[in-house]
């Protein structure tokens, strides 16, 4: 149903309209002073000023592999991430340990992991599905690149962002 | 040296200088000021990335417009659409040249040429700025920009009426069309926007600065119109008319449209300095025939006078909200151009009775 919102009845005063507009002229003089002043609180500067000292525990940034205490890659190789991923972001070629290795009952590592970063979506499914608590979202938010390829993390650009991650399950030390 | 190569060396030097030294970085500036100045208005913060507080902005602004893509549409007619940017840009920079903007340096008179039909000049030249704005609209052959093309030209005559009207108190009461002479006028008898400065004792003086002020007004407000600036942007307005008359234009060729809007402002600008505000005239400043430093102190004064005025042109465009055509038309017909009109006589009846 239609409604008809009923105009105002201007006085002649108003009608004038010249009060209104010295009263509006006022108004963005006031704030053109304040910011002059300094008065205005203005947003944060953000190359110049971060805001990583208040990000909260549970930010969600960007996906990293985490090596162990030992200096193991703890990814097993499962490719569990790689199937729950919505936007299918990561791939894994998985690789064989050799028997001699002191880790050979792990059987599998990756031997190539790389996610998409133009892909991802934060969402941290990665970090809840790994059996191994190899993958976790960190706290860097800056990805950036010049080039597709350049967007796309490998192995080692996981790892370096992941680091050492002390105080998870270390299942497969008491089967070495 | 004879006369005649001094004169057109002089000229040209002038010419250099003012328009290339003073007018073009000024519009580029205008452009940084817009922006900075809306910012502050707005409780932003504006450019502050390139150089300091983003002074060197407007230096990669331009760089930006010289390196994209020169784009000509297929749809357009190219003469046309090759020409509009140079018609838009070349009057409101033509105009300068009758304008005084110190009094001497040196000994040679600050203003590029002298001509005793000075303030017919500029209206001749400045009304031919629509040109470039209705060739523009036509040659685009798409409907916003024809649209823009079509209010610029109603708006211009609209307007155009009221801005002559409004001067001519003024020339009633000097009886001089050279600009020179009514910058000396000022100097003697008081801005006009103060006609009673110097001679309080005299009612006259009082009585005059009424139709003064009224000319002011409605002066001011027709160059607003002229400049196709906010309220009065219609023939622009981005929300209705996507660009309008330049929404065919990239690169270089819509910078012409954009910088030639800005230079129109600082003509504007000077003229209504010249006309009302005493041109390069400031209270207790000798001019130029007492030593270089007072002839450049002059011209730093017209150019601040000016620039006071940008500030302004800036300050209601970021306050005040664009205007219905209807009411733009109405304002222009039925308002300003009565008022002026009426402005004439009254001017008339107060210098007859007291016989300035
Ligand atoms: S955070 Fe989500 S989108 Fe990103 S890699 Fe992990 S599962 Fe994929
Ligand atoms: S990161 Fe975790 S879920 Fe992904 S392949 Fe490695 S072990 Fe499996």
Redesign the pocket.
């Known amino acids: 149903m239609a409604i008809t919102v009923p105009r105002p009845k201007l006085t002649w005063f108003e009608r004038l309209y010249l009060p209104a507009i010295v009263a509006g002229m006022a108004i963005t003089l006031q704030h053109f002073k304040n910011m002059l002043l300094g008065r205005t609180k203005v947003t944060m500067q953000y190359p110049e000023q971060k805001w990583d000292a208040q990000l909260p525990e549970h930010y969600r940034g960007a996906?990293a592999l985490v090596k162990d205490e030992a200096g193991r890659i703890r990814c097993v190789a499962c490719q569990l991430?790689e199937f729950?991923?919505?936007?299918r972001?990561?791939k894994i070629e998985p690789g064989e340990i050799p028997v001699k290795d002191r880790f050979s009952k792990v059987e599998k590592y990756p031997r190539e992991f790389d996610?998409d970063m133009i892909?991802?979506?934060?969402?941290?499914?990665?970090?809840e599905v790994c059996p191994e608590q190899a993958i976790f979202?960190r706290k860097d938010y800056a990805i950036t690149g010049l080039t597709r390829a350049e967007m796309v993390h490998n192995k080692e650009k996981l790892l370096e962002i992941g680091g050492i991650m002390h105080g998870v399950v270390l299942k497969w030390n008491e089967k070495k | 040296m004879n006369p005649t190569t001094s004169f057109v060396i002089i000229s040209l030097l002038k010419i250099v200088g003012i328009v290339f030294l003073v007018i073009l970085p000024m519009v580029s500036y205008a452009v940084y000021a817009e922006r900075k100045v809306s910012a502050l208005i707005q409780d932003r913060l504006g450019p502050n990335r390139v150089g300091p507080a983003g002074l060197f902005q407007p230096i990669a602004d331009a760089m930006k417009f010289l390196l994209k893509e020169d784009f000509t549409p297929a749809h357009v007619n190219k003469f046309y659409y090759w020409l509009a940017p140079c018609l838009a840009m070349v009057p409101a920079i033509t105009t300068i040249a009758v304008v005084p903007f110190g009094s001497t340096l040196f000994g040679v008179p600050m203003v590029i040429a002298d001509i005793n039909v000075g303030v017919l000049f500029v209206f001749a030249i400045a009304s031919l700025g629509v040109y470039g704005i209705v060739i523009a609209g036509w040659a685009s052959n798409s409907k916003y920009p024809f649209l823009g093309g079509v209010r610029s030209g109603s708006q211009m005559i609209s307007y155009e009426l009221s801005l002559g009207l409004a001067v001519v108190p003024i020339f009633l009461l000097i009886g001089n069309l050279r600009l020179t002479e009514v910058v000396r006028y000022q100097i003697d008898h008081g801005w006009m926007v103060f006609p009673f400065a110097g001679d309080w004792k005299n009612p006259a003086g009082w009585l005059l600065a009424v139709p003064m002020w009224i000319s002011f007004a409605v002066f001011a407000i027709a160059v607003f119109a002229e400049t196709n600036r906010l309220p009065f942007d219609l023939p622009e307005a981005e929300t209705e008319l996507v660009g309008g008359y330049h929404t065919e234009y990239s690169s270089m060729k819509f910078a012409l449209f954009f910088l030639g809007e800005y230079a129109a402002m600082i003509t504007g600008s000077a003229i209504i300095v010249t006309l009302f505000l005493g041109g390069w005239h400031f209270p207790g400043v000798p001019d130029g025939s007492h030593g270089w430093i007072f002839g450049l102190i002059n011209i730093f004064v017209f150019f601040a006078k000016i620039a006071a005025l940008l500030f302004i042109f800036i300050w209601v465009r970021f306050t005040l909200p664009r205007f219905r055509y209807d009411q733009l038309m109405r304002l222009g017909w039925v308002f300003f151009f009565e008022i002026a009109l009426v402005n004439i006589f009254l001017a008339a009846a107060i210098i007859t009775f007291f016989d300035r």
């Open positions: 996906p991430c729950i991923c919505p936007p972001a990561i996610i892909r991802c979506i934060f969402c941290g499914m990665c970090e979202l």
